[in-house]
């Protein structure tokens, strides 16, 4: 009896595994993709810039800029984003009237170096830095938006540069050990 159930039950397992169909649709799945040269959207200018990091990297981020722009948004692409397929965000985020900056972390697309939770922290701090140095535009009006994780970082560090005029949108690191800024995260 123990035996009979135990090849029906393999049988089952066996027969699900061998109708499995993978077709062109599950393993091709294109996204669109931009890059400074292809972006055109009216009375928005793209800039590119690279960022010096620590340990001799730096990281790639896109400037879009509006004339009647009053806010900056510093657009944290969370974990898998790339620049080159930011067309939706770069869509939404030049509909309002405000300049953003768009980045990638280390290790993705052409930013250099190997991608950490350190790093990234690290990185958001100097991007943010190198953002509000720049010729008009004011840490009062900067503003992040995050997608998920690193939006846990930035908070801290805004809230200590311009004090409660700061807010941050957007999800936030939830799955992790340790979930403070400046502490250790990863395993």
Request: proline residues 7%; contains cysteine; hydrophobic residues 35%.
């Amino acid at each position: 009896m123990r035996t009979t159930v135990l090849l029906l039950a393999l049988s089952v397992v066996l027969a699900g595994c061998s109708t499995i169909t993978i077709d062109e649709e599950t393993v091709f799945q294109p996204k669109p993709s931009v890059t400074p040269e292809t972006f055109s959207v009216d009375d928005v200018d793209l800039s590119v810039r690279n960022i010096p990091v620590a340990d001799s990297a730096s990281v790639n981020g896109w400037h879009l800029t509006q004339a009647d722009a009053e806010t900056t948004v510093l657009f944290f692409g969370g974990n898998g984003f790339y620049l080159v397929q930011s067309k939706g965000y770069l869509r939404a985020l030049t509909r309002p009237p405000v300049n953003a900056f768009l980045w990638d972390y280390r290790g993705y697309g052409r930013s250099d170096g190997a991608p950490s939770a350190a790093n990234v922290r690290d990185d958001a701090l100097a991007v943010y830095d190198s953002l509000v140095a720049r010729p008009g535009v004011s840490p009062v009006r900067t503003r992040s938006r995050t997608r998920p994780w690193p939006g846990a970082c930035t908070p801290r560090r805004r809230a200590r540069t311009v004090g409660s005029s700061s807010w941050t949108e957007g999800a936030t690191m939830t799955s992790t050990k340790t979930r403070r800024c400046g502490r250790r995260i990863a395993p």
